[in-house]
T-cell receptor
Framework: GAVVSQHPSWVICKSGTSVKIECRSL??????MFWYRQFPKQSLMLMAT?????????EQGVEKDKFLINHASLTLSTLTVTSAHPEDSSFYIC??????????????FGPGTRLTVL | QKEVEQDPGPLSVPEGAIVSLNCTYS??????FMWYRQYSRKGPELLMY????GNKEDGRFTAQVDKSSKYISLFIRDSQPSDSATYLC?????????FGPGTRLSVLP
């Protein structure tokens, strides 16, 4: 099956610093990747849709200047949390969609990155 | 009304029980219906997907979709402690992908 990796799996940083999270599709090319955040015991909240070679599309209420997304290749998307604050502490999960002739396009999820901002 | 609703649980059952997990939705344009399982501190993994109405069975898991009632279900037979996780329903129409809030399930040995 399709594998999506994330790095790092967890990170602790000081308030005010920036943190970069990588999402890679290991055995397929993903023209579209998604970034979610998940607070404890809550569901996934879509933050943005990342399309290779173009600007990301952000969901309402998500600050694009704070959460920078770059999808520079068909296998890599990065999320940079700039000037992180304790309220940004969360579980960040990416997913990648396999483009296919079928209209059913499954999402494969990465293992997530737990960010703790002190 | 939220687009997708799901009983958050937690739901606790004894080992071997039949589990029924359910979601309701409001958007009649949804055509693809998925169930994901998420273990604590892990990313979701796809369990089942169904197109339009009907049933689909895979081992101990059965997914059921009733588009006329805008209601989907996941049944787990002979539940095991390893089934303890959060189960998320998801559905899509075209490009719009929506998750339910998830149901926490605990299967007690």
């Amino acid at each position: 099956g399709a594998v999506v990796s994330q790095h790092p799996s967890w990170v602790i940083c000081k308030s005010g610093t920036s943190v970069k999270i990588e999402c890679r599709s290991l055995d397929f090319q993903a023209t579209t990747m998604f970034w979610y955040r998940q607070f404890p015991k809550q569901s996934l909240m879509l933050m943005a849709t990342s399309n290779e070679g173009s600007k990301a599309t952000y969901e309402q209420g998500v600050e694009k200047d704070k959460f920078l997304i770059n999808h520079a290749s068909l296998t890599l998307s990065t999320l940079t949390v700039t000037s992180a604050h304790p309220e940004d502490s969360s579980f960040y999960i990416c997913s990648a969609r396999i483009p296919s002739a079928s209209s059913y396009n499954e999402q494969f999820f990465g293992p997530g990155t737990r960010l703790t901002v002190l | 009304q939220k687009e997708v609703e799901q009983d958050p649980g937690p739901l606790s059952v004894p080992e071997g029980a039949i589990v029924s997990l359910n979601c309701t939705y409001s958007n009649s344009a949804f055509q693809y219906f998925m169930w994901y399982r998420q273990y604590s501190r892990k990313g979701p993994e796809l369990l089942m997907y169904t197109y339009s109405s009907g049933n689909k069975e895979d081992g101990r898991f059965t997914a059921q979709v009733d588009k006329s009632s805008k209601y989907i279900s996941l049944f787990i037979r002979d539940s095991q402690p390893s089934d303890s996780a959060t189960y998320l329903c998801a559905m899509r129409d075209g490009q719009n992908f929506v998750f339910g809030p998830g149901t926490r399930l605990s299967v007690l040995p």
